[in-house]
Nanobody, 116 residues
Framework: QVQLVESGGGLAQAGGSLRLSCAAS????????MAWFRQAPGKEREFVAG???????YYVDSVKGRFTISRDNAKNMVYLQMNSLKPEDTAVYYC??????????WGQGTQVTVSP
């Protein structure tokens, strides 16, 4: 069974930075596409950033140029560097791992709050 554990969330001021980490156990992440999603209060969960097994990355338009997803296969970790944070980035952020063509494994989430 795959377990994903996020960390690094917290409170930041607008314009600040946070780095989220996702630690995996039970599966080698190098064989999985990985992604970060987020869910703000009263809104649906949305895709934020993804990274393929070939380290190709892709982002939702609202975070392009500000967020960077990366992975360290040796440590079985995935990261999300978030810069130039905005209040609208406030959400619970989730790490997800693919199995086949779907995101089958999810972490418990970490809260990110950005103050104006």
């Amino acid at each position: 069974q795959v377990q994903l554990v996020e960390s690094g969330g917290g409170l930041a001021q607008a314009g600040g930075s946070l780095r989220l980490s996702c630690a995996a156990s039970g599966r080698t992440l190098s064989s999985s596409g990985m992604a970060w999603f987020r869910q703000a209060p009263g809104k649906e969960r949305e895709f934020v950033a993804g990274i393929t097994t070939s380290d190709n990355t892709y982002y939702v338009d609202s975070v392009k140029g500000r967020f960077t997803i990366s992975r360290d296969n040796a440590k079985n970790m995935v990261y999300l560097q978030m810069n130039s944070l905005k209040p609208e980035d406030t959400a619970v952020y989730y790490c997800a791992a693919m199995r086949g063509e779907e995101y089958a494994y999810w972490g418990q989430g970490t809260q990110v709050t950005v103050s104006p």
